[in-house]
């Protein structure tokens, strides 16, 4: 709606008006001045009547364009008469080109980092079948360790890039909760063991609406964040709780903690913490940020309770198959 052209017409109209009465008062001596009064009072009653409604129309406006601005998507075209429209229809292409063609290379990129992990993942299962050629006891268990965190870092990579992938795989079905979490301590049972880890599990037999492979790697994560930051006495307890609409699923590590002023923000991507894990690790800051991007998608709710030094404890609420 372009106001300025209607505050020009209405000033135009304000002009017209004056000039018609200074005309009428000293050209039109002999006409009569009641005949001009009434003229303008008819003429203030229909500018009144037209004032009213184009405020009316005017509010009605500003109430669509609040709860426009409040969508996350381009409204530009529902307001075809705004001033300057082909200016916003010109600046939106361009930015819309920009995008896709940014989009584009991002693909591009998630493409050759996912072939790039498939390739790697190829040597490193031979590699970890040839060190047990190794006669060094010590020495093998150390290369072991070190392979098993490349492979757990491809694992990670291989999936990041499905997470932002706009074609994220996700099947939601009914899938066993206590198969997986068997998975998951399966997957880090070398991590386990090599770390003296006392494992106390108490998962009810149950099934759940998720998708299993993205529900592992999540229960993954947080084991791996366990075994990273354990203390003297290294444990992790799993157990879960159930209603007849949902399960909650707890995972609880006896390690460092989190500090009061982290743990609102643990789930931000890039956010390290303050501590910095005493310099022992460098955190990237991305696995519970991909953590809480892949519940949200599978619809789940994850919240966290902990003490600094004391222990952490992990819930995911999921919703229960009846």
């Avoid at 050209?27 to 009064?37: A, G, R």
């Avoid at 008819?42 to 009144?48: K, P, Q, R």
């Avoid at 190829?122 to 020495?139: F, G, R, V, Y």
């Avoid at 009914?174 to 494992?199: A, D, G, K, M, Y």
Wanted: charged residues 25%.
């Amino acid at each position: 709606m372009n106001y300025l052209k209607r505050r020009k017409q209405i000033l135009f109209s304000l002009f017209l008006c004056l000039a018609y009465n200074l005309y009428f008062i000293f050209l039109l001596p002999e006409v009569k001045l009641q005949y001009l009064l009434y003229l303008d009072f008819l003429l203030a009653a229909a500018g009144c009547f037209f004032a009213v409604f184009d405020y009316l129309k005017f509010r009605n406006f500003r109430h669509r364009k609040a709860e426009m601005m409040q969508l996350k998507t381009i409204i530009y075209q529902e307001f075809p008469d705004m001033e300057n429209y082909d200016i916003a229809v010109h600046d939106t292409k361009v930015l819309q080109e920009e995008l896709k063609e940014q989009f584009d290379l991002n693909c591009d990129l998630q493409d050759y980092i996912a072939k790039w992990c498939h390739e790697v993942k190829i040597p490193l299962a031979a590699s970890l079948l040839m060190i047990e050629k190794i006669e060094d006891e010590t020495l093998r268990l150390s290369v072991r360790e070190q392979l098993e965190h490349i492979n757990h870092q491809l694992k990670s990579a291989l999936l990041g890039c499905k997470v932002q992938s706009v074609l994220f795989d996700i099947q939601i079905k009914s899938v066993s909760l206590p198969e997986c979490v068997r998975t998951s301590i399966h997957n880090n049972q070398f991590f386990l063991i090599r770390n003296h880890f006392r494992l106390e599990t108490e998962v009810v037999d149950c099934f759940v609406y998720t998708d299993k492979a993205w529900l592992v790697y999540v229960l993954d994560q947080l084991i791996s964040n366990a075994v990273k930051y354990a203390m003297e006495q290294p444990m992790i307890k799993i157990w879960s709780e159930q209603t007849k609409e949902s399960v909650r699923l707890f995972l609880k590590d006896y390690g460092e903690g989190i500090a009061q002023s982290d743990i609102r923000r643990i789930f931000e991507k890039g956010y390290t913490g303050s501590s910095h894990h005493n310099g022992k690790y460098k955190s990237t800051g991305m696995g519970l940020y991909m953590t809480a991007k892949i519940l949200k998608k599978l619809g789940h709710d994850i919240s966290v309770e902990s003490r600094q030094g004391c222990y952490t404890s992990f819930c995911i609420e999921m919703k229960r198959v009846q």
